[in-house]
């Protein structure tokens, strides 16, 4: 579908639901990240880039203090409830994420009541490319837009965030929310998670001949379960032992030091999160240089330190990098939180299908699914489309 036709579409449908037309309508990305993984709640660095696939929302504000939701990707029911009385776990299933964003903005202090909301999403559910994040950006973003409170994207983030956290109770850094409302057109984004500091760094795919694949391999992670938590508790810890406020706080050069003084528990933990706001900052420096293909290498070295250091792969995110690589990939990773989800992959833009065909017939070798494959291209963040 042109982006006409899908805006037509929402706000049609957003007639039909809700009796009237909307007010507005917002449009928020998924994204992959291409390097800096579990270090946004370490304080650290990443380097993620929105999708072409977004979360399309329509809204109109009401006085009568209801909240009704309505998702295309939801069970066809009108979910209706009082923004007064909104609390955590007061809202189940894909509500909590609309609703606790709401919830989140009043916990801010900021005036908010009622809307109508109707939503479409191009960006698969839980195949790690933060669907989640999109729908809160997108409920954030036009929010901020029906009750005119001209909050920053970084400020839009820190409440969607807090929504997921405190009222989804899913325990995720900040990447997620920041990629979907500060990544630019043709750049991927520089992110510090302790300053909330942004840079856009030009990622020019095609005029270098290079193409981004996305391989969903269908497994479904599920971030609430405890794994999650339990990692970011054993970051909290070391950084704790080694008496320092994050694991960003410590270098390479000092990690061979602080590895002799941690329980060998902690150990890979701490060695994974150093390495990897290392791998950030050579992975900008390889794109302002005007080398993106060097990234192939820090991708590929970013999915071993994940896989042996913070394990959190599985063996079909190993076996779609091992595939991709095989097969002419420059370098591939998972991507996202990990325990199945995506892996992106790094290829010369002529080898893409070969590419894509290789990790296809290696999954059904092994008796996996086929995966499902986009082709990523550095696209704009949430904004307001009509
Ligand atoms: P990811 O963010 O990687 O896609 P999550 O498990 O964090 O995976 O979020 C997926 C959940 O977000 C879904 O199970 C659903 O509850 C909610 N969600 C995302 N997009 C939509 C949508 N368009 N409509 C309804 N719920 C959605
Ligand atoms: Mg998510």
Same mark, same amino acid.
């Given at each position: 579908?042109?982006?006409?036709?899908?805006?037509?579409?929402?706000?049609?449908?957003?007639?039909?639901?809700?009796?009237?037309?909307?007010?507005?309508?917002?449009?928020?990305?998924?994204?992959?990240?291409?390097?800096?993984?579990?270090?946004?709640?370490?304080?650290?660095?990443?380097?993620?880039?929105?999708?072409?696939?977004?979360?399309?929302?329509?809204?109109?504000?009401?006085?009568?203090?209801?909240?009704?939701?309505?998702?295309?990707?939801?069970?066809?029911?009108?979910?209706?409830?009082?923004?007064?009385?909104?609390?955590?776990?007061?809202?189940?299933?894909?509500?909590?994420?609309?609703?606790?964003?709401?919830?989140?903005?009043?916990?801010?202090?900021?005036?908010?009541?009622?809307?109508?909301?109707?939503?479409?999403?191009?960006?698969?559910?839980?195949?790690?490319?933060?669907?989640?994040?999109?729908?809160?950006?997108?409920?954030?973003?036009?929010?901020?837009?029906?009750?005119?409170?001209?909050?920053?994207?970084?400020?839009?983030?820190?409440?969607?965030?807090?929504?997921?956290?405190?009222?989804?109770?899913?325990?995720?850094?900040?990447?997620?929310?920041?990629?979907?409302?500060?990544?630019?057109?043709?750049?991927?984004?520089?992110?510090?998670?302790?300053?909330?500091?942004?840079?856009?760094?030009?990622?020019?795919?095609?005029?270098?001949?290079?193409?981004?694949?996305?391989?969903?391999?269908?497994?479904?992670?599920?971030?609430?379960?405890?794994?999650?938590?339990?990692?970011?508790?054993?970051?909290?810890?070391?950084?704790?032992?080694?008496?320092?406020?994050?694991?960003?706080?410590?270098?390479?050069?000092?990690?061979?030091?602080?590895?002799?003084?941690?329980?060998?528990?902690?150990?890979?933990?701490?060695?994974?999160?150093?390495?990897?706001? $290392?791998? #950030?900052? %050579? /992975? &900008?420096? +390889?794109?302002? =240089?005007?080398?993106?293909? *060097?990234?192939? !290498?820090?991708?590929? @070295?970013?999915?071993?330190?994940?896989?042996?250091?913070?394990?959190?792969?599985?063996?079909?995110?190993?076996?779609?990098?091992?595939?991709?690589?095989?097969?002419?990939?420059?370098?591939?990773?998972?991507?996202?939180?990990?325990?199945?989800?995506?892996?992106?992959?790094?290829?010369?833009?002529?080898?893409? $299908?070969? #590419?894509? %065909? /290789? &990790?296809? +017939?290696?999954? =059904?070798?092994?008796?996996? *699914?086929?995966? !499902?494959?986009?082709? @990523?291209?550095?696209?704009?963040?949430?904004?307001?489309?009509?």
């Amino acid at each position: 579908m042109t982006a006409d036709a899908v805006l037509n579409a929402v706000c049609e449908d957003f007639r039909r639901i809700h009796g009237r037309a909307p007010a507005g309508v917002w449009a928020a990305p998924g994204r992959v990240n291409l390097i800096g993984e579990h270090t946004d709640y370490n304080d650290g660095f990443a380097l993620p880039m929105a999708l072409p696939q977004t979360t399309v929302l329509a809204a109109r504000r009401r006085d009568d203090g209801l909240l009704r939701l309505h998702s295309a990707q939801g069970d066809g029911r009108v979910t209706e409830l009082a923004v007064a009385d909104l609390a955590p776990g007061g809202a189940g299933g894909w509500t909590r994420y609309p609703a606790g964003v709401v919830w989140a903005l009043r916990e801010r202090g900021l005036a908010v009541g009622g809307a109508d909301l109707h939503l479409d999403s191009s960006v698969p559910a839980g195949a790690g490319l933060s669907s989640s994040a999109a729908l809160e950006c997108a409920v954030a973003l036009a929010y901020d837009g029906l009750y005119g409170l001209r909050l920053s994207g970084p400020e839009l983030a820190r409440v969607a965030q807090y929504a997921e956290n405190a009222f989804a109770g899913v325990p995720c850094g900040v990447m997620d929310q920041m990629a979907s409302l500060c990544c630019a057109e043709g750049s991927a984004l520089h992110l510090d998670s302790r300053s909330l500091e942004v840079r856009q760094v030009p990622f020019d795919l095609t005029g270098h001949g290079l193409s981004l694949l996305v391989l969903d391999t269908g497994v479904a992670h599920d971030l609430g379960d405890g794994a999650y938590a339990s990692l970011r508790d054993g970051c909290e810890r070391a950084a704790r032992l080694l008496g320092l406020p994050a694991l960003r706080d410590l270098s390479e050069g000092e990690l061979p030091g602080a590895l002799a003084e941690l329980p060998a528990g902690l150990v890979p933990l701490v060695r994974h999160v150093v390495t990897e706001n $290392a791998r #950030v900052g %050579r /992975a &900008v420096g +390889r794109l302002t =240089a005007g080398e993106p293909e *060097a990234l192939g !290498a820090l991708l590929t @070295a970013g999915h071993a330190s994940l896989r042996d250091d913070y394990r959190v792969s599985c063996p079909e995110t190993d076996l779609a990098v091992d595939a991709a690589v095989a097969a002419g990939a420059l370098g591939a990773r998972m991507t996202g939180g990990g325990f199945g989800g995506s892996v992106i992959a790094l290829v010369p833009a002529g080898q893409a $299908a070969s #590419v894509a %065909r /290789a &990790v296809t +017939r290696a999954f =059904a070798a092994a008796d996996f *699914a086929a995966p !499902a494959v986009l082709e @990523a291209v550095p696209s704009a963040g949430a904004r307001r489309i009509a």
